[in-house]
């Protein structure tokens, strides 16, 4: 489905119909079980609304303004709020649920929302994607379905936006590299490339022109949680990656194999290759996965 997608916006008498099925798609999959990517969906519900016909968001307009909800809102908010009164409400909610979602994840490695939070959020979501498909759809209905004749869709309005390109592609090739193996196309497939051998069909391990794959590190002990989660998995780590997490909590514990000797730390800090932080640019862009330490490969990140 996610190559069909791709393929029905690339021609112009499927754009539409791949629309569509994108809506539906990327709708579905927040509610699998295991990781609700409700950010990855809503982004790509704007970008495929790119493709839609230039009179889309004058017919959402239209139907919205004539809508009872809408009548509804505009009774409310005349008569008890300033329009600039509400969207300042809306966004410092916003805010405070933003921080409060921040605040969860630097506390310990520990959640503050609480469990149920998820199945708060699944209906609502739902809804968002079903009234995109439904309103979509009436965009499209009788002679609303005519798409635009403009063949510019697929072309740079300013050639200097092309390096955005190959910026992208130089980051998909990212695994092949050497170079980073999470925040690229691959990052959810089962491929390996690690320890200078691939399971890639086509690309071999000998295109691998910089050394970050190649050691792998065995975590066997940490008094940090974030560690000691890589020791109970039995994951490896890449050098670049444990320097990474090590260098965050100086002074924890740590006990960790490479190339067959174990090295025993009773302060991070005591390591100041390992405790010295990553250059921010390079621990910003260059992150890699855990790597299972078999030949086989998960499909996880």
Known sequence: ???????????????????LVGIVFHTAIVFNPIAPAYNFSGLIFALYFLFAPLSTARRVAEDW???????????LVHARFSYRRLILILFGGLVLLSLF????????????????????????FGGYGLVLFVSFVRCLSGRRATFSSDRSIFRFRYPSLSILLVLLLLNGMSPYLGLKTEQVFSMFSNL????DRSNHLLIPPSWQIFDYQRDLVEV???????????????????????RRM???????????????????LLRIADDPQLSKPHPIFMDKIMTF?????????????
């Not at 303004?65 to 009548?71: H, K």
């Not at 002990?221 to 990656?241: P, V």
């Open 101 to 124: 979602h921040l605040a969860g994840s630097w506390s310990s490695g520990k959640l503050l929302l609480p469990p149920t939070s998820r199945g708060f959020l699944l209906p609502i």
């Open 246 to 264: 090590a260098s965050r909590v100086p002074e924890a514990t740590l006990s960790y194999r490479v190339n067959g000797q174990r090295v025993d």
């Open 65 to 75: 303004r004539g809508s009872r909800i809408a009548a509804w809102g505009r009774n």
């Open 289 to 301: 996965r855990a790597v299972p330490p078999g030949p086989s490969m998960s499909c996880a990140h």
């Open 220 to 242: 066997i002990d940490s008094s940090d949680n974030a560690l000691a989660k890589i020791s109970w998995s039995g994951e490896l780590l890449t050098r670049f990656e444990l």
């Open 1 to 19: 489905i996610e190559l069909l997608i791709p393929m029905f916006l690339l021609f112009r008498r499927t754009r539409n119909l791949g629309i």
């Open 192 to 195: 390996r490339t690690e320890e």
